[in-house]
């Protein structure tokens, strides 16, 4: 609804709709790691550290597009540079903003990653579960994870 409403005002202001992936935490600025806030994919790290979150359904093959935050704000910048270049009556430009193709990060990694992570970093003073994420491309087994372990 936001963008169908902006086609209708591209005509009188210079417009630029950036389309990030899922962001995470930052890579480099203002400090590696840098998040502020569970408003992003930390916020399934932290579910899975503490034990909340058991199952996730995501197929383990596919890309794990995560845009550090940083990237985001970046290419924010960048394309509004880029939107002064260009006449105001070209329309709206969009930007997909991920690093997936470059980087590429499938979700097995991920979980081969989480799985030496979580036992070593938990913070078990604050566990509701022992931390253990598994992950599945079955909805039906989904369900049934979420419904009796959850």
């Not at 086609?7 to 202001?13: F, K, P």
Request: charged residues 20%.
């Amino acid at each position: 609804m936001a963008e169908d409403l902006l086609q209708s005002l591209h005509r009188e202001l210079p417009i630029v709709i950036v389309r990030p992936a899922q962001v995470w935490n930052s890579m480099k600025e203002p400090m590696k790691g840098y998040i502020e806030g569970l408003n992003t994919g930390m916020a399934v790290v932290s579910g899975g550290m503490t034990g909340f979150i058991r199952s996730m359904y995501v197929g383990k093959t596919a890309l794990a597009k995560l845009t550090p935050a940083d990237y985001v704000c970046n290419a924010t910048i960048a394309s509004a540079w880029k939107r002064s270049t260009i006449d105001k009556r070209e329309g709206i430009l969009f930007f997909n903003c991920t690093d997936a193709e470059q980087n590429p990060l499938k979700w097995q990694r991920s979980i081969e990653i989480s799985e030496t992570f979580f036992p070593k970093y938990a913070p078990y003073e604050k566990l509701i579960w022992y931390p253990h994420l598994s992950y599945t491309s079955n909805y039906i087994w989904h369900m049934i994870s979420l419904y009796l372990f959850q």
